[in-house]
């Protein structure tokens, strides 16, 4: 009976589902699926209600009672333990008390200072070294600085020196006159050549 | 199913009778509570004392899983804190089983009873609290029974449950034949396997258990008889066995053995310890602190016995190796003539039982210390060292 | 493969301890062919004995031996003429196609009380050799020095039906306390007996 | 299957509703029960919270079933308003740690009922045998 409804099933299944694992499931809990109808066997079946008694039925109300006031008690009570237990433990973290919470602080800051007072030494003495290289260095500077102006200065006070020698040759406006009549005096002819022995021939 | 337990059940307290039976009748058994004599500072100390510290045996190769060794380069201050550590580690080897009197069921272990639970079930439940942390000792462990009553579960179930949840390595659940079998723990006697015994003892029982006591009397008793005592020195049974000796008034076997072996210092202690449990009235404290003056402890000699190891050979001066070859100095000498004054007394004392063979080996030993004290006298003089320089 | 064994064993259990069958045993052990070893018996036989019918059979296993005879074996000057003062492990070798052993050693190697192959492990090729938890002697053969485990079947080429007598037998004997084992350390907490906190003891040291 | 350890890797919402049950581990005819904490609305077979004990409910060897306990852990549970599965609250009253449940009241006064009736029925076949 229950593999023919197997069966039955399985191509509910398959139509349903359209794979084959559903099928494969109630090869060992063969139960019908919910959509499947009351088996025929099963139909006019009334389910037996197991009979209690009035007495009974009214001792188990009376400890169910009894039951739930109690356990409502007993949870208030370990509600309140968890609360104290959360409030006063120290699983998880460090607990202080306020004078060695202060003392902490007092330790931290201490020991701040401390660190603060190391580092300063520190660094003032490592500014006064920076200054020192820094004033060091803008001398250097400056007396290279004034070198090489001065060996500038020099270099331009030869070339005026040069210059003003070379000035007094030079044909100014005064002696134009002189200069022309020089020139017509003496002309010079360029038109000549020269041979390998430095003979020269004039031509013209 | 049922009637297969009821047989094994009876079966099992069958031969926890005949086992009891059979040792009651002729073991000694701890008539007092022990405990306070043995926690005391200066028994532990003397216990120590008599235990000695052999660290080759201590540290002898196991055959267990993972016995792997270590080797490393140290410098020499490393080293030194590596010798001290390691007669540190020595000590927590040696840890003395403690003695306690047998404890019995809590006669109060009844907590409540709810006569409406009769029958609720066919069998009893056992709830044990596996709270986290909790020591073995302190785990509580009740019974509810079928008629209803909640109680606190007995030592036997306790310690099944405790082995269950939280298994002691090496401990079975069940006894093993070993125990449970008269013949088998004779055998095992017969061979000398005291240690073995013993530690398996230490492993399966309780301290505070019937078994454990009758067992452990059953090894003292077969060792008093075949003398084999040097198997147990520098073990951890060793100072529980003096004791258990000292209280029965029966040391006189293991003295004898301390004298033939030439540990006159732990003789004196052993005496000592018997004076002391049983509250004779003889000063023996004067004569251990000037032997203490005059010997290290077993902490000390091992700890020199380590660092001698790293001495260089032309170090060793004349006198060492003197000392070296007749295995005394001229402290032990002294120490000897003290404890080998304090051991006549008491071979003299109406305490003593075997007075013959004690005064026999007490006199061997004198001719021998003798004719050693010649020989290093000779031997010194010989090399021209100096009497004072010691 | 030892077929002459048995038939010598009958005999000198009770007196002869170095005749020439015990000698002619021991160098049959060591070469490993049975078929030699068969067509040698029947002869061995009828020359020692005579008075035996039927030759019996070198490879039939379904005579329990004692284990008194066992123990009595190891101690035997036979025992020591076959095996020397080695192992009974230590010269079997395992037959094998190419360069690696398998992982595993054969099932069995007495098949329908008969041994069913030409190999059999060193504990099913001598049948005097009965594993059980009073045979000492031959346990301690197979526990390690270092680890105290019983050793594996790799390195003594038991099969794995032996192997686990083997493991079983050593079990029972630690249990009976015939065979010795480094038992674990434990560590008193002694507040716990004590219950209250003892001062520590001092050591000096 | 492997199994989850026992300080549970279940993930759960904070104000989600918690209960205290039995799982079903062990296998076919015999059965082993996890006392766990876990979400309310999950299969027994997910990942629990929490494992705060055992029970074997099959009687060993001495006759008597073995029910470990965490009873701090339960103990806090129950106070973080944790629900209880009604076996596992049987189990609890009967430990003596929380009342006990009305349930257990009630087998126990059938089982006597019923043994009450079995012996009446047995007298009374007896005296019919000697009659």
Redesign the interface.
Known sequence: MLRAGCQLLNQAAAVKTGSNNFALEFVRWRRKPRWLPVAKSKMFRVPERKKQTEE?RTE?MR??N??KT??RS??QY??????R?QETSTADHIVLTPEQEEAEFQRCLDENAAWNAKIASERNVRLAEEREAKVAYVQERLEAAKLRSEERREKVDERIRYEIEQAKTFITRESLEVAIETALANPVDHNYAIDLEGNMYRGR | MSLLRHFRKLSVEHTRRTLAGSASSNTRQYDKDPQPLFTDAETQRLLQNMTQLQLDKVFRKRTVSDNSTETKFMTTAQLEKEFLQTIVKANKLLQMPPVVKVKEDAQDALITKDAALKDFADTKYVFTDITFGLRNSERKVVVRDVDGSLSYASLDTRKRMNQLYFPLDGRRSYTPRMFSKPELLQRCLEEHKYEFVLDRLTVQYEPYELEFHQISARVFEHLMESKQFDLLRSTRHFGPMAFFYAWHRCIDDLLYDMIRQDYLHNAVELIALSYKIHQIPVDYKQTLGQLDALQPTPGQRALAELRNCLKKPQEQHIQDDIQAAIGKTEQDFAADEISLKFIEEYIGGEHALKKVQLELAVQTLKELNLEKLQLYQGLKKAHGVQASSS | MLPLARAFYSSVARISRNNRVALHTASTLRCKEATVVDNEAPAENSEESGSDASPPDGKDRTKVIPVETSMRYLKSAAYRTTYGEEFVWTQYRRNHKGMYAPRKTRKTCVRQGKISTGNPCPICRDEYLVLDYRNTDLLKQFISPYSGQVLSYSKTGLCQKSHLRLKVAVEQARDCGLLTYDVPFREYDYSEYYGKQEEPIQLKS | MSLSPASGIGRFYKHSAKIIRFVRLGCANRPFYHIVVMERRKNQHQPVIEQVGSYDPMPNESNERLVALNTERIRFWLGKGAHMSEPAAELLGISGLLPVHPRTYMTAWRNRRAAAEAEAAETETSKVDTA
């Open positions: 009974e188990l400890l169910h009894n039951y109690q356990l007993v949870r370990l509600r309140e333990e968890v609360v237990q």
